[in-house]
C-alpha cells in the first residue's frame, strides 16, 4: 500500500468509519440503482462504485441517466481513476471494476466469472483487500449469483454487508444468494438502504 495515499485517497473523508461503499445490480437494476443514488447526498463523504450487469454490445447510458437523476456527481469509469468522495464510478460494458488500496481503479477484461463481466464478485473482493472494515458492500435486484462470494470477502475483513430485501427485488436471485451466505448484516428494502447508508458513512448505527 502506498503510504502517501492511505485507503480512500486524497479526498476520504478521515472522519466516516468508512471509506467506499460498492453497490451491484443485475436485472432490474436501473430502477433500484436509480432509487438508491437519488436519495443520498451531494456531500456524500466516500465513493461509491457500481457493478451493474450491462449488454456489452452496446455504448451503455447509464451514468448519463444516473446523473440526471442523483445530486451526487456520476461517471462511467476509467482506467486509473482516483476515487473522489461524492462520486459515482459505474463499470463499463464488459469491463471487471477493480478498487486499489491506493484510491484508484483498475479496469479488466479477464475471464467472466458467473458467466458476466463486470463481476461484483471481483469487486467486492478488491474492496475487501483493499479497504478492509472499511468497505461496505451492498447487492441489489439481479438473476443469478454474482456477488455471492465477494460479500463473503467483505464481511471477512471486517466490512459491511447490505443485501435488497427479497420481496422488493424484481429479480431475487443475487440478493438471495447474497443472503444464504450468512455474511449479510442489514436486509433492507429497497427505499431503506440510502438512509441505513447516510447512517453507516456518518458513524451512526442501522436500527
Do not use: C, W
Not at 450487469?53 to 442523483?70: C, F, K, N, Q, V
Amino acid at each position: 500500500m502506498d503510504e502517501h495515499n492511505p485507503p480512500g485517497g486524497p479526498s476520504a473523508n478521515a472522519d466516516t468509519p468508512f471509506s467506499i461503499i460498492g453497490i451491484a445490480a443485475s436485472a432490474g437494476g436501473l430502477m433500484a440503482l436509480t432509487e438508491v443514488l437519488a436519495a443520498l447526498p451531494a456531500d456524500l463523504p466516500v465513493p461509491v462504485v457500481v457493478v451493474q450487469h450491462l449488454d456489452p454490445r452496446h455504448r451503455s447510458l447509464m451514468a448519463e441517466i444516473l446523473g440526471r437523476r442523483t445530486p451526487l456527481q456520476v461517471r462511467q469509469a476509467e482506467e486509473g481513476d482516483r476515487l473522489e468522495a461524492g462520486t459515482v464510478y459505474i463499470a463499463p460494458p464488459d469491463y471487471h471494476l477493480l478498487v486499489n488500496g491506493g484510491g484508484t481503479l483498475s479496469l479488466s477484461q479477464s475471464k467472466l466469472v458467473h458467466f458476466v463481466r463486470p463481476s461484483a464478485d471481483l469487486l467486492f473482493e478488491s474492496m475487501a483487500a483493499s479497504y478492509a472494515d472499511r468497505a461496505i458492500a451492498v447487492v441489489l435486484t439481479g438473476s443469478g449469483k454474482d456477488g455471492s462470494l465477494g460479500v463473503e470477502g467483505v464481511k471477512k475483513m471486517g466490512g459491511t454487508v447490505i443485501a435488497q430485501e427479497v420481496a422488493s427485488a424484481q429479480f431475487a436471485g443475487m440478493p438471495a444468494a447474497a443472503i444464504e451466505t450468512g455474511s449479510v448484516d442489514f436486509v433492507l428494502r429497497l427505499d431503506e438502504i440510502a438512509a441505513a447508508l447516510i447512517t453507516l458513512v456518518t458513524g451512526g448505527k442501522v436500527a
